[in-house]
């Protein structure tokens, strides 16, 4: 049986790349109906003509095209809606002061490690000439919060069920692929000269390369923690 087949257009990638043509032949005309629509128009051509928006969309389309179709009679569109839907519930668990603060499906469990994680988004205090530690930071912080929740013995079988299957599998190696991760640098490097004075970008490969390890679970958690390998298993098989 096919493993991964498409039986719908893919919408919302279709409606960015169509937004994103919008934008780049956009006339300003609106902007004169605008107060200082003078001074704006300027800077919204100067921004578009910057932005590598054919980058940009191919990422955008292959993260929804990625998240779309169907996988061994599972419709993947709607699974990635239910994991959304979890997500929003262990947020309300987390701020709900009379839940279990030890259950799997809470922010509380590892409240520390959070706390850390939103700290480390903290940009006040850092220049660009420390941009590649904060990244660092942030990615660091990241990472140990999620080892914490999914390699997490007692709660493994919990974070594969709801966020971990064969969806969830196909579009992170879509979306981690060494393609895919030379467009989304390609696409950091463009945004960052909008928005520094800095020409060079700082060297955040290695930081960024961390990051995906995520995109494997089995691999992420090691062997220790054997859930997500029979998940993996499982999934490969259906390829076969």
Not at 114 to 124: L, P, Q, T
């Amino acid at each position: 049986k096919q493993w991964y087949q498409r039986r719908v257009a893919i919408t919302a990638g279709g409606a960015f790349s169509a937004t994103a043509t919008c934008a780049a032949d956009y006339d300003g005309q609106l902007f004169m109906f605008m107060e200082n629509g003078t001074d704006i128009e300027p800077v919204y051509r100067e921004v578009i003509d910057k932005l590598d928006l054919d980058t940009i969309t191919e990422v955008v389309e292959t993260l929804f095209t990625a998240s779309c179709g169907e996988i061994d009679g599972v419709n993947c569109y709607r699974r990635h809606a239910e994991t959304i839907v979890e997500t929003v519930r262990i947020l309300a668990n987390s701020v709900n002061t009379e839940y279990d603060p030890t259950a799997c499906d809470t922010i509380k469990r590892h409240q520390a490690l959070f706390e850390d994680y939103m700290n480390a988004w903290d940009y006040s205090t850092v220049d660009s000439t420390e941009l590649k530690k904060y990244v660092n930071r942030l990615v660091n912080a990241f990472l140990n919060m999620e080892r914490a929740n999914i390699c997490d013995e007692d709660c493994a079988e919990y974070f594969a069920d709801t966020f971990y299957g064969c969806c969830a599998k196909h579009a992170m190696e879509v979306f981690s692929s060494d393609r895919m991760q030379r467009k989304v640098m390609k696409v950091l490097k463009n945004v960052y000269k909008l928005v520094s004075n800095d020409e060079k970008f700082p060297n955040v490969n290695k930081a960024i390369k961390k990051y995906y390890s995520i995109y494997d679970f089995e691999k992420f958690c090691g062997s220790d923690i054997t859930v997500y390998k029979e998940v993996n298993d499982m999934c490969d098989a259906i390829v076969a």
